[in-house]
């Protein structure tokens, strides 16, 4: 069968714009080591288990049956989810571990109008049970963040082959697998083309991944609907450097800068002052990549969760507004919280920092 796991390269936030710190979570988390250093899949060890998709803020990874997901979350009048080692429910996923925080507020939502439950098989004994871990801590992160939220129903319903559950009259859809008797020529020609097929659509590149769509459709049913979503917060230690806004794969951060329009300020020997600088936050674009906390030089930047509606999720925020700062001595701009730059605070003899004995 063809891997339903795809790469997205255009999503993928190393492709978007460059860091030092290369993002590897796919490849860290992955429990068979199917992910190389480039990003390629090796379709013969993946088995589908979604860990890649669950901790890829980008839809780097995804799996190609997302979309039907999603249609059935919204569409359906009961949501009953299945893992390949459960009973037959309604919707066969690959494991609950490519459920992401994202996807996990999503049923919770779901279940405040339907019936919401998940059918697993034993996960101590499946061979993605380190999956399914990394999806079980994204669901107590959501839940000690939402206590009060709506129950979606987690039920143990292996497969034996026995009858007589409570899941029997209910049509599952499954995967059809289809068997070849062919030729080893054949065979191994079909298998060449089925490891190229995921990768015709590996070129679709999308703003916002599909989880976060789905969350944002599924919230804006109801206006008076809040989640607890982490928003940026800026402390007063911010010098306004805007390399927060620069860094940002997601274009969620961004920045406005009012110049000095003094004609006397354009013939100063000193550098171009900005008066003012704002940052704006898209808390829907946000993935959380850590990004800007991580080249905050002198982290300014931090998480707080707060119960959001659609309106807010979907908005522009501004988040802090301040003024650069410019060296006392040559005007040049600063990014410390100090008064001088560091060629005027080292060459001063008289200086703290000078380098004169």
Same mark, same amino acid.
């Given at each position: 069968?063809?891997?339903?796991?795809?790469?997205?390269?255009?999503?993928?936030?190393?492709?978007?714009?460059?860091?030092?710190?290369?993002?590897?979570?796919?490849?860290?988390?992955?429990?068979?080591?199917?992910?190389?250093?480039?990003?390629?899949?090796?379709?013969?060890?993946?088995?589908?288990?979604?860990?890649?998709?669950?901790?890829?803020?980008?839809?780097?990874?995804?799996?190609?049956?997302?979309?039907?997901?999603?249609?059935?979350?919204?569409?359906?009048?009961?949501?009953?989810?299945?893992?390949?080692?459960?009973?037959?429910?309604?919707?066969?996923?690959?494991?609950?571990?490519?459920?992401?925080?994202?996807?996990?507020?999503?049923?919770?939502?779901?279940?405040?109008?339907?019936?919401?439950?998940?059918?697993?098989?034993?996960?101590?004994?499946?061979?993605?049970?380190?999956?399914?871990?990394?999806?079980?801590?994204?669901?107590?992160?959501?839940?000690?963040?939402?206590?009060?939220?709506?129950?979606?129903?987690?039920?143990?319903?292996?497969?034996?082959?026995?009858?007589?559950?409570?899941?029997?009259?209910?049509?599952?859809?499954?995967?059809?697998?289809?068997?070849?008797?062919?030729?080893?020529?054949?065979?191994?020609?079909?298998?060449?083309?089925?490891?190229?097929?995921?990768?015709?659509?590996?070129?679709?590149?999308?703003?916002?991944?599909?989880?976060?769509?789905?969350?944002?459709?599924?919230?804006?049913?109801?206006?008076?609907?809040?989640?607890?979503?982490?928003?940026?917060?800026?402390?007063?230690?911010?010098?306004?450097?805007?390399?927060?806004?620069?860094?940002?794969?997601?274009?969620?951060?961004?920045?406005?800068?009012?110049?000095?329009?003094?004609?006397?300020?354009?013939?100063?020997?000193?550098?171009?002052?900005?008066?003012?600088?704002?940052?704006?936050?898209? %808390?829907?674009? /946000?993935?959380? +990549?850590?990004?800007? @906390?991580?080249?905050?030089?002198?982290?300014? #930047?931090?998480? $707080? =969760?707060?119960?959001?509606?659609?309106?807010?999720?979907?908005?522009?925020?501004?988040?802090?507004?301040?003024? %650069?700062?410019? /060296?006392?001595? +040559?005007?040049?701009? @600063?990014?410390?919280?100090?008064?001088?730059? #560091?060629?005027? $605070? =080292?060459?001063?003899?008289?200086?703290?920092?000078?380098?004169?004995?």
């Amino acid at each position: 069968m063809t891997c339903q796991m795809v790469y997205h390269n255009g999503n993928c936030l190393n492709t978007k714009k460059a860091y030092t710190k290369t993002c590897r979570r796919c490849i860290e988390v992955c429990p068979y080591k199917a992910i190389s250093e480039y990003r390629q899949l090796d379709t013969k060890k993946c088995s589908e288990c979604g860990a890649c998709m669950a901790v890829c803020p980008s839809d780097g990874f995804v799996d190609i049956m997302v979309d039907k997901f999603y249609e059935y979350l919204e569409e359906t009048d009961e949501i009953r989810l299945n893992c390949p080692k459960a009973l037959p429910a309604g919707f066969e996923i690959p494991c609950l571990g490519m459920l992401d925080r994202d996807s996990w507020k999503t049923l919770i939502l779901w279940a405040k109008k339907k019936p919401v439950s998940i059918a697993a098989g034993i996960c101590t004994a499946c061979g993605d049970r380190a999956a399914c871990t990394v999806s079980v801590q994204a669901f107590k992160e959501v839940h000690e963040s939402w206590p009060e939220h709506p129950g979606v129903q987690i039920l143990v319903r292996p497969d034996n082959g026995q009858e007589g559950t409570e899941f029997k009259d209910i049509e599952a859809q499954k995967t059809v697998n289809k068997s070849f008797a062919l030729g080893n020529w054949r065979q191994k020609s079909m298998n060449k083309v089925e490891q190229w097929l995921p990768n015709l659509t590996a070129d679709q590149t999308y703003p916002i991944p599909k989880s976060r769509q789905g969350l944002l459709r599924s919230l804006k049913n109801d206006e008076d609907d809040k989640i607890p979503f982490q928003v940026l917060a800026v402390s007063k230690l911010c010098t306004n450097c805007g390399v927060c806004a620069s860094i940002c794969p997601q274009g969620a951060l961004q920045k406005t800068e009012e110049w000095d329009s003094d004609p006397a300020a354009k013939e100063s020997p000193y550098e171009d002052k900005i008066l003012s600088q704002k940052l704006i936050l898209e %808390p829907q674009k /946000c993935v959380h +990549c850590n990004r800007c @906390i991580e080249v905050c030089r002198i982290h300014a #930047l931090s998480y $707080s =969760t707060k119960m959001l509606n659609y309106k807010y999720l979907t908005g522009k925020v501004l988040i802090h507004e301040g003024s %650069p700062l410019y /060296c006392k001595k +040559c005007g040049k701009r @600063i990014f410390d919280n100090t008064d001088l730059c #560091l060629v005027c $605070s =080292t060459s001063d003899p008289n200086g703290r920092s000078s380098f004169f004995l």
